[in-house]
């Protein structure tokens, strides 16, 4: 038996912080459950692949702000290859916006919160709103006319509230660092959580179905059974 | 600023021109804000209605 | 009589039937789809990148705008100078909701002067023009009252104005030092100076921050024209849209709506009020799961009956 496999753990050891948390990780989450091979019946639409999708989009965001953090933000300005790296962030961020938006409207009208799961609909809405705020920054790190713009904009409806005093709109650096650490980070660990409460709670059943129609009363028999039928 | 690379990335459509924008009442949108609602509405419909591959029941 | 059915425990695990369904493969198959998708839409598309506005392409192209946000940028009656915080205290400028004055209540952590900062500190970085130096002195060293005299006379004076050579010709006025300033500052303008000057303050060499020159151009009509051309502004839903042709947030359509809708759209507090319904509005979305009535919806609306449509036709038969 390896070390730790299916061995009983001694109570000098289940006082020990690590135990704790495997056990309550590897109990909330057992491995078929973390990562099953097997759905209900019932998951059987193509409105199911829609999280997915969203977090395959995601991936791409992330991949191609990797690739253009490589060289700087003036990169993309300059090069017709930072032009393309460009093009595949900002329209993987259209596709994630659409995916998540289909996923959430299928949510919605399946009533994804029952049974339990009221915080992965609270994670999944926690997410939209910082996603929108991490393509704010997006928008503002461009260093072109619309940034300019949306920066002018923006500002109002920040500085109205005092927000602006601490989260400057107009200040790129600040922006920058929001856009390219801060807020990715956030919309991650969100990601993570939400898809980790989808393993932990299943996906939500369907609502109850109407009960079967009772079978109509069978004829009471015959006294003298005659061939040929009714009369 | 002209760039080194030659342009062999750029794209095939232009859109760089300023939108057409459609009206109603007040409401106005750009042609391609309307296009993406549009689809993700089309989307959303086609994911409910198109059948699931059909998968073997795990007794 | 026999009990009642007891309500179905929806967090109960499921009893079954289960089919096969991998995970990762369909993972790997939405990567896939997606960066294709992605690919083909920049291949097809690219992204929009209008070059920004400089304060020098502004003073190029219209140095009686540049002029005009300047002057009340000195005398203090721009948007900027009369804004409140975070840039300064003016009286009843900010906006409330309700009695509650957030804007005030955050106080002003971005201070600009904008006579100093747009106007004096960039002129008295001009080396070697003793005319000038000497009309510095005299504006600073003129009470308020004839300070805001000169300004405002060379503010209203200004649409009469032509412009030789870059220099601007106004009618005969008591523009006092004024006159030269503003020509000097239009100048350095159109030389590219003034950019560096905002953004490279206080002498210090790396500076990501680009409030002071931004500030300025958005007070200006220059800059506000470019984005009406563009469908940017506030009253054409410009939150929603991008540069050119290109989609752009659809997912703001709420926000901006309510711009465009009274009680809101001629407010002083329309920002402050629609931050705070639209945070509101967000709370509820997120609590929609505890919410009685939103949270029972989709059951009366019933589209769950197509998404699981073989589900009910199995056990309803």
Same mark, same amino acid.
């Given at each position: 038996?390896?070390?730790?496999?299916?061995?009983?753990?001694?109570?000098?050891?289940?006082?020990?912080?690590?135990?704790?948390?495997?056990?309550?990780?590897?109990?909330?989450?057992?491995?078929?459950?973390?990562?099953?091979?097997?759905?209900?019946?019932?998951?059987?639409?193509?409105?199911?692949?829609?999280?997915?999708?969203?977090?395959?989009?995601?991936?791409?965001?992330?991949?191609?702000?990797?690739?253009?953090?490589?060289? =700087?933000?003036?990169?993309?300005?300059?090069?017709? !290859? %930072?032009? $393309? &790296? /460009?093009?595949?962030?900002?329209?993987?961020?259209?596709?994630?916006?659409?995916?998540?938006?289909?996923?959430?409207?299928?949510?919605?009208?399946?009533?994804?919160?029952?049974?339990?799961?009221?915080?992965?609909?609270?994670?999944?809405?926690?997410?939209?709103?910082?996603?929108?705020?991490?393509?704010?920054?997006?928008?503002?790190?461009?260093?072109?006319?619309?940034?300019?713009?949306?920066?002018?904009? =923006?500002?109002?409806?920040?500085?109205?509230?005092? !927000? %602006?005093? $601490? &989260? /400057?709109?107009?200040?790129?650096?600040?922006?920058?660092?929001?856009?390219?650490?801060?807020?990715?980070?956030?919309?991650?660990?969100?990601?993570?959580?939400?898809?980790?409460?989808?393993?932990?709670?299943?996906?939500?059943?369907?609502?109850?179905?109407?009960?079967?129609?009772?079978?109509?009363?069978?004829?009471?028999?015959?006294?003298?059974?005659?061939?040929?039928?009714?009369? | 600023?002209?760039?080194?690379?030659?342009?062999?990335?750029?794209?095939?459509?232009?859109?760089?021109?300023?939108?057409?924008?459609?009206?109603?009442?007040?409401?106005?949108?750009?042609?391609?804000?309307?296009?993406?609602?549009?689809?993700?509405?089309?989307?959303?419909?086609?994911?409910?209605?198109?059948?699931?591959?059909?998968?073997?029941?795990?007794? | 009589?026999?009990?009642?059915?007891?309500?179905?425990?929806?967090?109960?695990?499921?009893?079954?039937?289960?089919?096969?369904?991998?995970?990762?493969?369909?993972?790997?198959?939405?990567?896939?789809?997606?960066?294709?998708?992605?690919?083909?839409?920049?291949?097809?598309?690219?992204?929009?990148?209008?070059?920004?506005?400089?304060?020098?392409?502004?003073?190029?192209?219209?140095?009686?705008?540049?002029?005009?946000?300047?002057?009340?940028?000195?005398?203090?009656?721009?948007?900027?100078?009369?804004?409140?915080?975070?840039?300064?205290?003016?009286?009843?400028?900010?906006?409330?909701?309700?009695?509650?004055?957030?804007?005030?209540?955050?106080?002003?952590?971005?201070?600009?002067?904008?006579?100093?900062?747009?106007?004096?500190?960039?002129?008295?970085?001009?080396?070697?023009?003793?005319?000038?130096?000497?009309?510095?002195?005299?504006?600073?060293?003129?009470?308020?009252?004839?300070?805001?005299?000169?300004?405002?006379?060379?503010?209203?004076?200004?649409?009469?104005?032509?412009?030789?050579?870059?220099?601007?010709?106004?009618?005969?006025?008591?523009?006092?030092?004024?006159?030269?300033?503003?020509?000097?500052?239009?100048?350095?303008?159109?030389?590219?100076?003034?950019?560096?000057?905002?953004?490279?303050?206080?002498?210090?060499?790396?500076?990501?921050?680009?409030?002071?020159?931004?500030?300025?151009?958005?007070?200006?009509?220059?800059?506000?024209?470019?984005?009406?051309?563009?469908?940017?502004?506030?009253?054409?839903?410009?939150?929603?849209?991008?540069?050119?042709?290109?989609?752009?947030?659809?997912?703001?359509?709420?926000?901006?709506?309510?711009?465009?809708?009274?009680?809101?759209?001629?407010?002083?507090?329309?920002?402050?009020?629609?931050?705070?319904?639209?945070?509101?509005?967000?709370?509820?979305?997120?609590?929609?799961?505890?919410?009685?009535?939103?949270?029972?919806?989709?059951?009366?609306?019933?589209?769950?009956?197509?998404?699981?449509?073989?589900?009910?036709?199995?056990?309803?038969?």
């Amino acid at each position: 038996m390896s070390e730790g496999e299916g061995r009983s753990v001694s109570p000098e050891e289940r006082q020990m912080w690590t135990t704790w948390v495997r056990e309550r990780a590897v109990g909330a989450l057992p491995p078929e459950k973390l990562l099953p091979d097997r759905q209900p019946a019932y998951v059987s639409s193509w409105i199911y692949v829609f999280g997915v999708a969203t977090i395959a989009a995601l991936v791409v965001v992330i991949a191609s702000g990797v690739i253009l953090g490589l060289k =700087g933000p003036e990169w993309w300005h300059v090069t017709a !290859i %930072g032009r $393309f &790296f /460009n093009g595949i962030h900002l329209w993987a961020v259209e596709l994630f916006f659409f995916a998540m938006v289909v996923h959430l409207w299928g949510k919605f009208f399946m009533g994804a919160w029952r049974g339990g799961r009221g915080r992965t609909w609270v994670t999944g809405a926690i997410v939209f709103l910082v996603a929108i705020g991490a393509a704010f920054t997006g928008y503002l790190s461009q260093q072109n006319f619309d940034s300019q713009w949306i920066a002018s904009e =923006g500002k109002d409806g920040l500085n109205s509230v005092g !927000i %602006g005093s $601490f &989260f /400057n709109v107009v200040d790129f650096g600040q922006m920058y660092t929001f856009h390219v650490i801060l807020l990715p980070l956030a919309v991650v660990a969100l990601v993570v959580w939400h898809v980790l409460l989808v393993r932990r709670h299943g996906v939500v059943p369907p609502y109850p179905a109407k009960a079967p129609m009772p079978a109509a009363p069978s004829p009471p028999p015959q006294a003298t059974p005659s061939e040929g039928g009714a009369p | 600023m002209e760039s080194p690379v030659p342009m062999v990335l750029g794209a095939l459509f232009d859109l760089s021109h300023p939108a057409r924008y459609l009206h109603w009442h007040f409401f106005q949108m750009s042609v391609a804000n309307v296009v993406v609602i549009l689809l993700m509405i089309a989307v959303f419909v086609a994911a409910i209605l198109i059948p699931f591959p059909k998968r073997r029941r795990e007794t | 009589m026999s009990p009642a059915p007891s309500a179905p425990d929806d967090s109960a695990p499921w009893p079954g039937p289960f089919v096969r369904y991998d995970l990762v493969k369909e993972l790997v198959v939405a990567l896939v789809v997606m960066a294709g998708l992605a690919v083909i839409l920049t291949i097809l598309f690219s992204s929009p990148d209008d070059s920004p506005t400089t304060i020098q392409s502004w003073a190029k192209a219209d140095p009686g705008d540049f002029l005009t946000t300047a002057v009340t940028e000195l005398n203090g009656t721009s948007e900027i100078a009369e804004y409140g915080p975070p840039y300064n205290n003016t009286p009843d400028a900010t906006q409330k909701i309700g009695p509650i004055d957030l804007q005030s209540w955050a106080g002003v952590k971005i201070p600009i002067d904008t006579a100093q900062n747009y106007v004096i500190e960039p002129l008295q970085e001009i080396p070697a023009d003793p005319r000038l130096k000497a009309a510095l002195a005299a504006y600073q060293a003129a009470p308020p009252k004839l300070q805001e005299a000169w300004a405002g006379a060379y503010e209203e004076a200004l649409p009469e104005a032509s412009f030789v050579r870059g220099v601007p010709i106004l009618p005969a006025g008591h523009y006092g030092p004024v006159a030269p300033m503003m020509a000097a500052l239009l100048g350095l303008a159109q030389s590219g100076g003034l950019d560096g000057a905002l953004v490279a303050g206080d002498h210090r060499f790396y500076q990501t921050n680009y409030t002071k020159p931004l500030l300025f151009l958005s007070g200006g009509g220059y800059f506000e024209e470019r984005a009406e051309g563009q469908h940017l502004l506030g009253t054409q839903w410009g939150m929603m849209n991008e540069t050119g042709s290109y989609p752009g947030q659809v997912w703001l359509w709420l926000y901006t709506f309510w711009y465009q809708v009274e009680p809101f759209k001629e407010s002083p507090n329309a920002d402050a009020l629609i931050f705070a319904l639209m945070g509101v509005l967000s709370l509820a979305f997120i609590c929609i799961p505890f919410i009685p009535g939103l949270r029972t919806l989709p059951r009366h609306l019933r589209v769950y009956r197509a998404i699981w449509r073989d589900h009910y036709r199995e056990v309803e038969s």
